[in-house]
């Protein structure tokens, strides 16, 4: 990368760029990208969905192939993380200032494409009415490969607690709902699967569930549960906070061996749904509430109006019911409670990408369905 793009900065506090390099053999690496803002900017409910996209254009722009392979989802995004303020329930990035956000690569092309991206960085993240400056980067996860890992987790050690911190809203999907509990069983389905889709080296669902089941337990936690937007539409519930986890021994030592690698697998995989989306950002060790990235009050509230909003009309097209009728009310709880927190038809309709006509007849049919269930 050119040294010119430091010069753009206005702190000398970046991580180190350029030499960082790992093998093209690496299947999984977290990369840390530094930015900052050129003036006060509120940022938006959905502007996770904006670096969801920005992200997808830059390998688009540079990979079209890879582009076309990244519905696998082979990596995560997180939101962005700093000192925000809060301001009018939004929170408020000052200028000047510097915040990050991070990228994981989950398979060796992902890991690849994010190499040469690294060392030809643009010089700003285009987030949409909010474009950050890009300043440094450098790796906050190592360079590693699935079968490297399973190796390491296999060396003779004392088989400890293990700590999971969940940085952002965390939550899995469940007969249709949000479960909000990091249950033993959901935390591991979550790993093995991206494992199992990315390794090469899959691991048996069924039988290491069974001893997940058996004997990994739940020692403490301090979590809380919070209300966010995420993807095109819709809010999720999810929890924030720490788990301490202890291991039986009953547990066999093959068994023991996929479990401690797969918690080392976390940090990179995140944990539950929607992690491209920035939820499921996931640490080892025990952190404290200060370090889970913040949401919002505004996000919060609009998540919250959603699911009231979404629970109405469902009311409403009972008899109709399945996916469908669950569906449309979805799209109009999210179109009629973005436009009560003041967004334009067309904002809209960009985001959700549906034709601004489509749009503006669900809004129309949502306040007729509101005002019917009002009266």
């Known amino acids: 990368m050119s040294s010119s793009l430091n010069t753009l900065c206005w702190t000398d506090e970046t991580v180190p760029m350029g030499e960082l390099q790992w093998p093209e053999t690496t299947e ?37 192939r890879l582009s076309a392979e990244l519905a696998e989802k082979a990596f995560t995004l997180s939101r962005l993380v ?34 040469r991206w690294t060392q030809h960085l643009p010089y700003w993240l285009e987030l949409r009415g909010s474009p950050l400056q890009i300043c440094g980067w450098g790796c906050h996860l190592p360079p590693m490969g699935y079968r490297q890992l399973l190796e390491q987790a296999g060396q003779p050690r004392s088989y400890k607690d293990v700590c999971l911190s969940f940085v952002s809203p965390t939550s899995f999907r469940h007969r249709g709902h949000h479960l909000p509990l990091p249950i033993p069983k959901n935390l591991f389905h979550s790993y093995l699967r991206r ?33 966010t937007t995420a993807g095109r539409r819709g809010s999720v519930t999810g929890f924030v906070g720490s788990l301490q986890l202890g291991f039986s021994t009953q547990l066999e030592p093959q068994e023991q061996q996929q479990i401690r690698a797969l918690l080392a697998y976390a940090p990179y995989a ?24 913040p949401v919002a009050a505004a996000e919060e509230y609009l998540a919250e109006r959603i699911r009231e909003l979404m629970a109405t009309f469902l009311a409403q097209r009972q008899r109709q019911g399945g996916s469908r009728a669950e569906k449309t009310a979805l799209s ?32 129309k049919l949502a306040r007729r369905a509101l005002r019917q269930q009002e009266g």
């Open 28 to 64: 999984m690496v977290g990369v840390r990208v530094e930015v900052q803002a050129p003036e006060t900017y509120a940022l938006d409910p959905y502007y996770a969905k904006g670096l969801h996209a920005w992200f997808l254009d830059q390998v688009r722009q540079t990979d079209p």
């Open 82 to 115: 700093g000192s925000f303020r809060e301001q009018g329930g939004k929170l408020i990035v000052p200028p000047k200032q510097p915040f990050h956000w991070m990228i994981t690569g989950l398979n060796a092309k992902v890991c690849d494409w994010l190499r």
């Open 195 to 227: 494992w199992n889709d990315f390794s090469g080296l899959p691991i048996e669902m069924e039988p290491l569930l069974d001893g997940v089941d058996r004997g990994v337990l739940i020692q403490r936690y301090r979590l809380e549960t919070v209300k």
């Open 270 to 293: 995140g944990t539950g749904h929607k992690t491209p989306f920035g939820l499921g950002q996931t640490r080892l060790g025990w952190e404290s509430e200060s370090r889970a990235q």
């Open 332 to 363: 109009w709880a999210t179109i009629l409670a973005r436009r009560e927190g003041g967004e334009s038809l067309e904002l809209i309709a960009q985001d959700l990408e549906m034709p601004y006509e489509t749009v503006k007849t669900y809004a």
